[in-house]
């Protein structure tokens, strides 16, 4: 069963994800960069890619996808460590823009 969390703001919602997937991952917060990337599905957009870059070349995902309001979160192999539920969170279009 997924958590379920308020974030409302970007700021929020991206502070939220690299903590997340630090934790997940035994790092430590605020050691990495973290990138992402607007989601486009038939020229609208339907979410953000975090990319955590850790050492060694590792890639920690988190997808954060709009039609169902979860983010995804996926360990360095590519397999899925967590998912949650948001309750509030940030308008798409206003990241956006």
């Excluded at 974030?7 to 973290?34: P, S, W």
């Excluded at 590792?58 to 192999?77: C, G, P, R």
Aim: net charge neutral; charged share 25%; glycine share 6%.
């Amino acid at each position: 069963m997924a958590k379920r969390e308020c974030l409302k703001n970007l700021t929020d919602l991206r502070t939220y994800v690299h903590e997340i997937l630090c934790d997940l991952n035994q790092l430590e917060t605020g050691a990495f960069q973290m990138t992402e990337r607007i989601l486009i599905r038939c020229g609208d957009p339907c979410g953000l890619l975090f990319c955590l870059h850790g050492p060694r070349s590792v890639k920690l995902m988190a997808v954060w996808e709009t039609d169902q309001n979860t983010i995804l979160f996926y360990d360095s192999s590519g397999e899925r460590a967590h998912r949650l539920e948001l309750r509030n969170a940030p308008r798409l279009h206003a990241v956006a823009a």
